[in-house]
């Protein structure tokens, strides 16, 4: 099972090219966006189409070529067989068949979008890929997901791009981090609060094309919320708003939108009483 890149294609390691090239047969995802890819690395070999309508099906033919002692390497169109990428029935028939799995490690869009995501938190991160497309399967995913108060890592299709926002932005204030075109030309990556999400969106017509990876940040714990208040509270009683607020991005690591809005709340308080 070997990693492709998922856009740039100086990601492909020295490894996955030994691979490839000691080959006897590739087996990919799409024999045509394989040729192409292969064809930049002066690599030439026979292929064979296992994708998600004929995986179980290939498999067959793919078992028979390895107890023949051919060497087969899969890969998918990009990143990680597997992974939100057929494989998976794969592996499991060659390992019923007795023959050996054996991983070569590559490009993935969770990883590269968490390595910059900023998590300060070591807690567990649910991969949730791809939600259900029908309303009710996607409200159940939902129903489990406002239970985890984790981060989380999800892939959307442009044109789920405007609901997805929608339905972030209905657990509160929640920070996102957005990898558009990850690793390719016009990569882009944004770090936001779930409520700017569809502004963002909605600023530039082009941020509604391509592929989309998305890390929810874990929800702030009530203490960690009164910690953040205490500081700014602190430092309002003697500096300006501005300058409170970020002193106190730094000192907390919060975002300042949150503390901005913190601080005003605070000031009206102060106010009132």
């Keep these: ?49 296992v994708h998600e309508h004929n995986e179980s099906q290939a498999a067959v033919a793919v078992i028979e070529r390895l107890q023949a002692g051919a060497r087969v390497a899969y890969v998918s169109d990009a990143g990680t067989p597997g992974i939100s990428d057929p494989g998976g029935r794969l592996v499991a028939a060659v390992r019923s068949a007795g023959a050996t799995v054996i991983p070569i490690p590559g490009a993935s869009s969770l990883s590269t979008l968490l390595s910059v995501a900023g998590l300060q938190e070591r807690s567990a991160v649910l991969f949730a890929g791809f939600l ?37 932005g209905s657990l509160g204030p929640r920070r996102v981090t957005l990898g558009r075109e990850l690793t390719k030309q016009f990569e882009e990556v944004v770090t936001l609060m779930a409520a700017e999400l569809p502004a963002w969106l909605g600023q530039e017509p082009h941020r509604r094309r391509g592929e989309f990876t998305v890390v929810l940040h874990p929800a702030a714990l009530p203490q960690e919320q ?48």
């Design 1 to 49: 099972m070997v990693g492709t890149p998922i856009g740039n294609l100086a990601d492909i390691s020295l490894r996955a090219l030994e691979v490839l090239g000691q080959a006897d047969l590739i087996a990919c995802e799409d024999t045509r966006h394989s040729a192409g890819m292969l064809k930049q690395y002066g690599i030439a070999k026979p292929l064979m189409a």
């Design 132 to 168: 259900p497309s029908k309303a009710g399967e996607r409200e159940k995913a939902w129903q489990g997901l406002r239970q985890h108060d984790g981060a989380v890592v999800l892939l959307e299709a442009p044109h789920r791009l405007d609901t997805l926002a929608a339905e972030i």
């Design 226 to 273: 009164a910690h953040h208040q205490r500081v700014l509270g602190l430092l309002l009683a003697h500096l300006p708003l501005k300058t409170a607020v970020k002193l106190s991005a730094e000192i907390t690591g919060a975002p300042r939108n949150i503390l901005y809005e913190l601080a005003l709340k605070l000031q009206q308080q102060e106010r009132s009483e």
